[in-house]
């Protein structure tokens, strides 16, 4: 069974920083892309960020400079390291992978709240 598992988040402020990891397993076969999505309340999902198995990251806008996304291969982790983040960043975030085979999945997702 294909599991997704993320941690790091909670409450932070403005100006500060958070690190969101992400662990996979279960999938037989590799992992093409890993990356997440945030939903706000009474919003869309929304990409934030993904990484390919080559490095190659992809941000939205409103994150770059901002928002880091890195990956350890070995381990199928995938990390989101923010930077000083401001209250409109306050979203559960997701964690999604695409295999090989082109299927995605999701994690339960994570609540990060950026207020003072």
């Known amino acids: 069974q294909v599991q997704l598992v993320e941690s790091g988040g909670g409450l932070v402020q403005p100006g500060g920083s958070l690190r969101l990891s992400c662990a996979a397993s279960?999938?037989?076969?590799?992992?093409?892309?890993m990356g997440w999505y945030r939903q706000a309340p009474g919003k869309q999902r929304e990409l934030v960020a993904t990484?390919?198995?080559?490095?190659?990251?992809n941000y939205a806008d409103s994150v770059k400079g901002r928002f880091t996304i890195s990956r350890d291969n070995a381990k199928n982790t995938v990390f989101l390291q923010m930077r000083s983040p401001k209250p409109e960043d306050t979203a559960v975030y997701f964690c999604?992978?695409?295999?090989?085979?082109?299927?995605?999945?999701w994690g339960q997702g994570t609540q990060v709240t950026v207020s003072s």
């Open positions: 279960g999938s037989r076969f590799s992992i093409a892309v």
């Open positions: 990484i390919t198995s080559g490095g190659f990251t």
């Open positions: 999604y992978m695409v295999v090989s085979t082109g299927i995605d999945y």
